[in-house]
């Protein structure tokens, strides 16, 4: 960028001075650590950091919560899975039980079948 007013090293070391001397002005008018204003300030960020840090654990928990609810269910659908496997074993065997029975019943009456032919 080019400069509009070329000056000398005698004006470029007077507006630095005048630029520092502008930034220590406003630096001594900033607000001091114990200004009220800032203690105001500060407080309203803890405060801010403390509810963030309140709903942080109160997500956790929920999370927690959530997970033991989750834990539970599938808890109870292995559980309820396992049980009707169970009662299905158990129909099989007695379906099988029942159907061995009735191959007796029908051998048993081919057989008798098979007697009174002969006599």
């Known amino acids: 960028m080019k400069h509009l007013k070329q000056g000398d090293f005698d004006e470029r070391r007077k507006a630095a001075a005048e630029a520092k001397k502008k930034l220590l002005e406003k630096l001594k008018t900033a607000p001091k650590a114990d200004d009220p204003e800032v203690a105001a300030r500060r407080a309203e960020r803890v405060a801010i950091a403390e509810a963030r840090e309140a709903r942080r654990v109160e997500r956790e928990a929920a999370k927690q919560v959530e997970a033991e609810r989750l834990r539970l269910e599938e808890a109870a659908r292995i559980e309820a899975e396992a049980a009707q496997a169970a009662a299905d074993a ?30």
């Open 90 to 119: 158990e129909a099989a065997r007695i379906r099988d039980i029942e159907e061995a029975a009735a191959r007796k019943a029908e051998r048993d009456r081919r057989y008798a079948a098979r007697k009174n032919r002969k006599n």
